[in-house]
């Protein structure tokens, strides 16, 4: 028979104090859900307090789901029932939480109310609180928010004025460090990212990656040479990309595309050796000229294979856009480079019509002299 077990008291006077002293109000815990129900969502600390959450913090967002870890902070003590929240709503917001919300920066809910010069009215419980321009939150900043439901910290509290200014910011931008420091673990350089398209510019397009701006350069958006961004993509399209660069301390991320699209080099290149090709002039530089066979290739014709003069003005004679003829000289697939020349496909054309005019005269047996005579004589 297993002896009764005692209690004593002085042990459970000890442990009901220092329950008590972890559970200061606004104090921070990292808690389990254990069961869902209508009005209140369980949960159970770490040092094994159980406690409520009510369901109204989580209306227009996802609900926890059992065994999933939230962070809460500790409102009161009622009856033997521990209150928590993980963001004060409704009634929870009165004159000693709001004091309590800015000390220990508890969030907020709150509405987007009247735009007034400066910011918006905001209404937070039965109170009207303020929330400047500068403290919005960037996500949303461009939007009409009038109506817009939103978490908030309490930045300020004027107990005089009984002024209460609010942030938005400051949240998001607490929320967007914790986010960096998990990404830091998950991803590197080589990492494959899927993002969404924000803007498009010359230089390139801002993309959103997982809440943080990243660039794609122009040159990585494509293997296509000189395209126009936003004839071949759309704001708000997906993408997948390659992480090229990370520098978090300045929050700078560069996303190339190129991998997860069809590289032309890697194909049989429908280019060789030896063709005689028309081409676009794309650019033309000091040392040559850019031409351009079709949207995925590109050479490069030097000043010397120009057809020019020894030092003439490429300018003075081509412009981007002329189309010209071309001699491919040699492809290097490795580089992903080829040559081209106008004055080896000159010499090439004349060549060919020479090859030409000797193959009809060896069928019609007749010598140049003889056609030259036979045409003086009919003129005759």
Known sequence: MKPKKTYDFASLLEESFKKR????????????????????VFIKTMDNTQGIVSTEEFIGLESPQENSEIQVFYLRENHGDYYFTTALVGSDINQDNLQIALEREIPI?????????GGYEVRIGEFTAYCPYSQIDPSIKSKSLNGIRSKFVVHEVHPKSKKIILSSK???????????????????EGSFVTCTIKSIHAFGMIVDMNGFDALVPSS????????????????????????LGLEWKDNKISISLKDSLDDPWSKNIPLKEGDILTATIDSIKPFGMFVKFNDHFHGLVSNKESGLPHRALLSSHYKAGDTIEVFITEINPSKKQIAASVSKAKEAKEKMDYQSY????????VSSFGLLLQTKLKKK
Request: aromatic share 6%; net charge positive; charged share 35%.
């Open 21 to 40: 002293k972890n559970l200061e109000v606004g104090s921070r815990h990292t808690a389990k859900v254990t069961t869902l129900r209508d009005d209140f």
């Open 109 to 117: 809910w709150g509405q987007y109310s009247i735009e007034t010069q």
């Open 170 to 188: 400051k949240l998001s931008d607490a929320e967007k460090e914790l986010k960096k420091e998990i990404l830091k673990g998950e991803i590197k």
């Open 220 to 243: 990585e958006a494509s293997f296509k040479k000189n395209i126009d961004l936003n004839k071949e993509f759309q704001i708000g399209q997906v993408v997948r990309g390659r992480i």
């Open 358 to 365: 000797i193959s009809d005269q060896s069928v019609s047996h």
